[in-house]
Antibody
């Protein structure tokens, strides 16, 4: 059974930083690409970033490119999202997601963790 | 970027009704299209992948169809557990995009 546990969220002031982590068990973590998806309160789903199985390839949506950094540690089955310079519009629930291959849907989702940016 | 547009945004229905949700892509995604169900405070749940393949454990009252740019999700006989928000999702091309969601609410 796949388990994905996110951590690192909370309430922060604008301009401050947070790092989200997601620890995965129940699958061969090092085989799969990992994504982060967020959902603003009452809104839809927004894909943010992806990292390849070996960490060698990373992609971001434009609104977070150059600001957020995705990384992974295959020895710890963990994927992270560094978020410096947070803005009010970054307030959302953040989900880590497994995609089991190219041209594959988002098979497994973490439970989500809330990031609230407010002064 | 591939834009995904769902209709309707909200759908009022009763238990036992047949429900259809449409998803339109701004360019072809072939059959690289998934449907998710989301309940309040929960992560999305994958229902259908590759436009029409039902995930293991998903009730057979759910079905998907379509290819190219037009897709539908059908629930043949709505059950109390089905009141939720449904999203389509294309995974044909970077970057991955979702429809805006369709809320199925009780009439």
């Amino acid at each position: 059974q796949v388990q994905m546990v996110e951590s690192g969220g909370g309430v922060v002031q604008p301009g401050r930083s947070l790092t989200l982590s997601c620890t995965v068990s129940g699958i061969n973590f090092h085989y799969y690409a990992m994504h982060w998806v967020r959902q603003a309160p009452g809104k839809g789903l927004e894909w943010l970033a992806v990292i390849s199985h070996d960490g060698g390839d990373k992609k971001y949506r434009d609104s977070v490119k150059g600001r957020f950094t995705i990384s992974r540690d295959n020895s710890k089955n963990t994927v992270s999202l560094q978020m410096p310079g947070l803005r009010s519009e970054d307030t959302a629930t953040y989900f880590c997601v497994v995609s089991t291959g190219a041209f594959q849907p988002f098979d497994y989702w973490g439970q989500g963790i809330l990031v609230a940016v407010s002064s | 970027d591939v834009q995904m547009t769902q209709s309707p945004s909200t759908l009022s229905a009763s238990v036992g009704d047949r429900v259809t949700i449409t998803c339109r892509a701004s360019q072809t995604v072939h059959t690289w299209l998934a449907w998710y169900q989301q309940k309040p405070g929960k992560a999305p749940r994958l229902l259908i992948h590759d436009a029409s393949s039902l995930e293991s454990g998903v009730p057979s009252r759910f079905s998907g169809s379509g290819s190219g740019t037009e897709f539908t999700l059908t629930i043949t006989s709505l059950q109390p557990d089905d009141f939720a928000v449904y999203y389509c999702h294309q995974y044909n091309s970077f970057f991955w995009t979702f429809g805006q969601g369709t809320k199925v609410e009780m009439k």
